[in-house]
């Protein structure tokens, strides 16, 4: 089916290596997702599992077959692309269907699952336009059927949300994840956006600089991050992180605690801040915190209609359990 | 950005245009130079014998050349001034908002795709003429004496007809960079307040300069070969007077016979070019990074 | 842009433009409406600009005497001729250095380049005598190849500079799509392409239509042109106003249609995609 092994790969674009000898396993089924900054290389990545680039070192197995040296068409993969990549000359239909083309696949077969495909997709009623006359999730959904129809033993994702407004994206997100439900076969998704990672994934590869830096489960990530990167990088608003006297009374180098970590007053606590920029969703409240003398900003989450405003000056108490301490080298201890 | 594969099948689909380049670049490159070398005149077969550096001497010693180089700087130069000043007049005036702007595009570029020996026989026969030329009619209908344009000025007369060959190909490019001027631009200048003049000293210009340069680079890589004019309208007469080097080798070798001498004159040209070619590369090189 | 432009203005502008534009013109105006006119017509002083007895004669004339359609026929075998072998050379080299480009393809195509500098007049001599020995003078084929090489670069640079505009990612999804280099030129590149490659074979057959040096230099009756054909014309019967007028209108007419429908492709043609 669809197991993945890399195995000490390493990439170098001439003397520049952009991935270190790197181990990483996916199970069969399961739903990963590469995220990290841009340039950190997990686009890079997914094009070596891909085979639209060779690595410079180490092996690349599918289902335990070596599959290092195999061209592309080769691998069983399908792809999906940061632009959708459809052939602008075809229609819907013979998008899908060019795979299969390809393949060589008797033409009733074909039909057969560019008809599921396209009922599965809503995509019935466009399959003969041009990708031009689509809207961009239309478009979105044709890549997709066009990599379902194959049937591979793992989907690749490249950041395929990135060209949708906010408003389709989370639909498409949805769409995406109950297709991994109900098709159960191994997808790796690359994405900079951490609230995909979040809430996508089995597994959430974070990668700086072609390193690893951890490897886990959503919830995993979140509450034990590895190092202050992880710490940083998972969870929105950004996990404030503090460093000099108010770490060393916890005996580390730089503290994190998380804005929803964070209980506010307007009488007592433990630290004293003024409010600056107050952002009110409704459901929540970020107020931006100064002045406390620990860092630049402390950001907090509070209920939607705490009474509080610009300029209030206001107590915060970080919950003690909720800590996390970060030693020099800004690796968790535990 | 590739896989091995891919990039050893590009190799293999690149060669047959590298390859036979190379040929059309080193095989009659390396002959020219041999046949410099040489006393080979195609009247006297059998005769051929090297000679050194003689053909090139004599070729230096010859007046013609000195009049053949400084007709070939003349109407490149000529030719370009005309062109370029003319096209950046012309492109204004096309940009403002006119009725019927595509037609008067359309009439414009037109005589860019008349093939040269038809434009320089049409000038020299139906207008140039001095007995039955239309200019000549025009004189004689507002009482002056006809003027024989190419015995009389058979240099210049060469350069008009070049240059209304070239206008249209400066106008068409320039034109067409005016137009990607971001309006936007022109408006925050007008806001401030430059006045038109100022707008387009300071905007227009500047924004003009890389496609005044594309355009200067180019049509000298034309102009220094310009041929079929000059066969067709002058023979390079009267004397040499519009004889320019291209016309020159060609006239040693083919109508003199003397492969030699013509050599010696086609390395020249081709040293001549390459000066011009350097500065051509540059620029296009720069812009391929843009 | 949304301002209005008061009518005198336009006016204005109007009458300068189509001014220029006409003079511009006048010549192949005046060409083509000569051509309708007898022979003593043309010469006549003053002359008439509309008002004359419109007349087909000279057109038969031209092509009974000098055979015309037979150099027409010259040109259209070796202008699109030298284009479609140039694009068969072109088509692969311009996808290896667009969509595979290595550290020197930068320096390839400037190379490609600068053999288009080489003035022809260099290679004029060393060429006219391979041709006379291996039997190519005077022939079809022989210019064919000629034009074909001395096209070559600018086939290569305007196919780069359209390929280039087309998003790699579409061939590396035809590559896991399971196509072959194959395929993917025949069935994805190539038909994305075709607005690039039509534009790139127009310029380049009126590049080569209207070539005037090679096509001078190689022939003498037999595969001669329409560029050679008119220059025959270059005396005494030059004098015959109307005829010259109708075998030079029948030279400029097709390439000055084709022209005129390929104005913009011309500019980034031309500039090497300098300038769009």
């Given at each position: 089916m669809g197991r993945i092994t890399l195995d000490k790969v390493t990439k170098k674009f001439g003397d520049v290596e952009v991935i270190p000898p790197l181990d990483l396993t996916i199970e069969d089924g399961e739903f990963v997702v590469f995220v990290g900054p841009s340039g950190c290389g997990k686009s890079t990545l997914l094009r070596l599992i891909a085979g639209l680039e060779d690595v410079s070192g180490g092996e690349i197995r599918i289902d335990g077959k070596p599959a290092t040296d195999l061209p592309p068409a080769k691998r069983g993969l399908a792809m999906v692309f940061q632009s959708y990549a459809l052939y602008p000359h075809m229609s819907v239909r013979k998008n899908i269907a060019f795979p299969m083309k390809m393949a060589g696949m008797p033409e009733d077969e074909q039909k057969r699952r560019i008809d599921n495909a396209a009922r599965a997709l809503n995509l019935t009623d466009y399959l003969d336009r041009r990708p031009g006359q689509l809207s961009g999730g239309q478009r979105q959904r044709v890549a997709i059927g066009r990599a379902i129809v194959r049937e591979p033993a793992a989907f690749l994702f490249d950041?395929?949300?990135?060209?949708?407004?906010a408003a389709l994206r989370v639909g498409m997100r949805m769409e995406i994840s109950e297709l991994h439900k109900k098709l159960d076969t191994t997808m790796i998704y690359v994405t900079h956006d951490q609230v995909e990672a979040m809430t996508m994934a089995d597994k959430i590869v974070v990668l700086r600089a072609g390193n690893i830096e951890q490897v886990g489960s959503p919830l995993e990530l979140y509450r034990n991050p590895r190092n202050t990167f992880v710490a940083g990088f998972i969870g929105s608003p950004k996990m404030n992180l503090i460093d000099g006297a108010e770490a060393k009374k916890h005996s580390a180098e730089t503290i994190g605690v998380r804005p929803e970590h964070i209980d506010v007053s307007p009488s007592e606590g433990t630290w004293k801040g003024r409010i600056g920029v107050a952002e009110h969703l409704g459901s929540d409240t970020f107020f931006h915190v100064h002045d406390t003398g620990l860092a630049e900003t402390i950001t907090i989450r509070a209920g939607g209609e705490v009474g509080l405003h610009h300029g209030d000056t206001v107590f915060l108490t970080p919950q003690a359990d909720k800590l996390h301490r970060f030693d020099g080298q800004g690796l968790r201890i535990a | 950005m590739a896989t091995q594969h891919s990039r050893s099948a590009a190799r293999i689909m690149i060669s047959p245009a590298v390859v036979l380049l190379l040929a059309w670049m080193i095989v009659p490159l390396a002959l020219t130079i041999y046949f410099s070398l040489l006393r080979y005149n195609l009247l006297m077969p059998g005769t051929e014998r090297f000679v050194g550096l003689l053909n090139y001497k004599l070729f230096f010693n010859n007046p013609a050349f000195f009049t053949a180089l400084i007709n070939t700087l003349l109407l490149v130069g000529g030719v370009l001034i005309i062109t370029v000043v003319g096209g950046i007049l012309l492109a204004i005036l096309l940009d403002q908002p006119i009725w019927g702007q595509g037609i008067v595009r359309i009439l414009v570029i037109a005589p860019f795709f008349v093939m040269p020996t038809v434009s320089a026989l049409v000038w020299k026969?139906?207008?140039?003429?001095?007995?039955?030329g239309l200019f000549a009619e025009f004189s004689k209908a507002v009482g002056l004496a006809p003027f024989d344009f190419l015995s009389q000025a058979p240099l210049a007369s060469i350069i008009g007809i070049v240059s209304w060959q070239w206008l249209p190909f400066a106008t068409l490019i320039l034109l067409t960079a005016i137009q990607s001027l971001d309006s936007e631009q022109m408006e925050a200048a007008e806001m401030d307040g430059a006045s038109a003049l100022s707008r387009f000293w300071y905007i227009t210009l500047p924004h003009l300069s890389r496609a005044i340069t594309v355009v200067i680079l180019i049509q000298t890589i034309f102009l220094l070969s310009v041929f079929a004019e000059i066969l067709v309208t002058t023979n390079g007469g009267p004397g040499n007077a519009s004889t320019n080097l291209t016309y020159l080798v060609y006239a040693r070798s083919l109508l003199n016979f003397d492969v030699g001498g013509g050599s010696a004159g086609g390395v020249v040209a081709i040293i001549l070019a390459n000066i011009v070619a350097i500065f051509l590369m540059r620029m296009i090189g720069k812009n391929l990074d843009a | 842009m949304a301002r209005a432009v008061s009518t005198r203005r336009k006016i204005g502008f109007t009458i300068a433009a189509w001014a220029v534009g006409l003079a511009i013109f006048f010549p192949i105006l005046w060409t083509i409406l000569t051509s309708f006119k007898t022979e003593a017509e043309a010469i006549s002083s003053p002359p008439s600009f509309l008002f004359f007895d419109w007349t087909l004669e000279n057109y038969t004339t031209v092509q009974e005497r000098s055979n015309y359609f037979r150099h027409f026929w010259n040109s259209v075998v070796i202008s699109l001729g030298s284009t479609v072998l140039g694009l068969i050379i072109a088509i692969p080299a311009a996808w290896s250095m667009a969509f595979v480009p290595g550290k020197r393809t930068k320096d390839v195509l400037m190379w490609m380049l600068s053999t288009k500098m080489l003035p022809p007049v260099g290679v004029l001599i060393p060429i006219y005598l391979i041709f006379r020995d291996v039997g190519l003078l005077d022939t079809k084929t022989g210019l064919v190849i000629v034009l074909t090489l001395i096209n070559l670069p600018i086939i290569v640079w305007m196919l780069y500079t359209y390929f280039k505009e087309i998003p790699g990612e579409i061939l590396e999804a035809a590559r896991m799509d399971g196509a072959t280099l194959r395929d993917e030129i025949i069935h994805v590149l190539t038909p994305m392409a075709v607005p690039g490659i039509a534009s790139t074979l127009l310029l380049n057959v009126i590049l080569a239509w209207n070539e005037a040096f090679w096509t001078l230099n190689l022939t003498a009756a037999k595969a001669a042109p329409l560029t050679a054909f008119i220059a025959s014309y270059s005396s005494p019967e030059g004098l015959f106003y109307a005829k010259l007028s109708a075998a030079s209108t029948m030279a400029i007419a097709p390439i000055l249609i084709l022209g005129w429908f390929s104005q913009k492709q011309l500019v980034r043609g031309l500039t090497f995609g300098a300038v769009k």
């Open positions: 950041e395929p949300l990135s060209n949708l407004d | 026969n139906m207008f140039m003429n001095p007995v039955s | -």
